[in-house]
């Protein structure tokens, strides 16, 4: 029986360079802050031209792993959980944008992870994360009637119960679904005087993981995002 052939794809020497400085960065042979070595340094390390040193390099700043500035050497940048899903914001909006679906599972995604997020809040809360949150909900009270300022108190509000649980991925993850879901939010809140359902139903979340209630903050948390879903609309 004829085996099928395996066609060996051969590479571009712009691909074999990035692996090659992403290894120097993995390894720890760069470390973040540092100075990417000149073009010519790594044109005579290599071997290789210009263009394939650029085209590796503009991968790597692609990554999020290099900034690239004019007029100056790249440095690399050290990683967090905040920046790598800055990486792909434009890819999951555009995700968003193209299937109903998706939005629909990000929602329900959101609303399984703040339950979580509820819980863990409930058992680790400090009367300055209370005291934190009890003052966005009053800035949040001083902005009826200001959409943008209203929202973006609503996003600081779950993300600072996320950060109660003193895990930057949490806060990342929490930071970033909320950025994607404030594209889609729609003025429904303000116009229909819903934003007093918003301000009582945070008071009750935070009045539950004051008294350290670990079920009631998950009830209070998941009764609040089970109305405010339909806020959300392509």
């Known amino acids: 029986m ?34 990417m070595p000149s073009e010519r340094v790594l044109m005579e390390r290599f071997g290789v ?17 290099v900034s690239i500035s004019h007029g100056e050497r790249a440095k690399v ?3 967090t959980a905040k920046s790598i899903f800055r990486q792909v914001d434009l890819t999951a909006k555009i995700m968003l944008s193209q299937s109903s679906d998706s939005l629909e599972y990000l929602k329900s995604a959101r609303i399984f992870f703040e339950r979580g997020m509820a819980r863990e809040a409930a058992q680790r809360a400090t009367a ?19 959409a943008e300022e209203f929202i973006d108190a609503d996003m600081e509000f779950h993300t600072r119960i996320a ?12 930071e970033a679904m909320l950025a994607w879901l404030k594209e889609y939010h729609t003025e429904m809140l ?21 008294a350290n209630d670990v079920d009631g903050s998950e009830t209070a948390l998941l009764k609040h995002l089970e109305r405010s879903r339909a806020l959300y609309a392509k």
Do not use: C
């Open 2 to 35: 004829t085996q099928p052939l395996e066609q060996i794809v051969r590479r571009k020497l712009s691909d074999e360079v990035f692996d090659r400085l992403e290894r120097m960065i993995t390894s720890g042979e760069l470390q973040p802050g540092d100075e």
């Open 49 to 65: 031209g210009r263009p394939a040193i650029r085209e590796a390099m503009q991968s790597l700043a692609n990554k999020g792993l």
């Open 77 to 79: 940048l050290r990683l």
């Open 128 to 146: 300055t994360d209370i005291a934190d949150l009890r003052s966005i909900i009053e800035r949040q009270r001083m902005s009826l009637g200001r």
């Open 190 to 210: 303000i116009w229909t005087g819903k934003e007093k359902f918003t301000l009582a139903e945070h008071d009750e979340i935070v009045d539950r993981l004051a």
């Open 163 to 174: 950060q109660i649980s003193g895990n930057p991925i949490y806060v990342a993850v929490s």
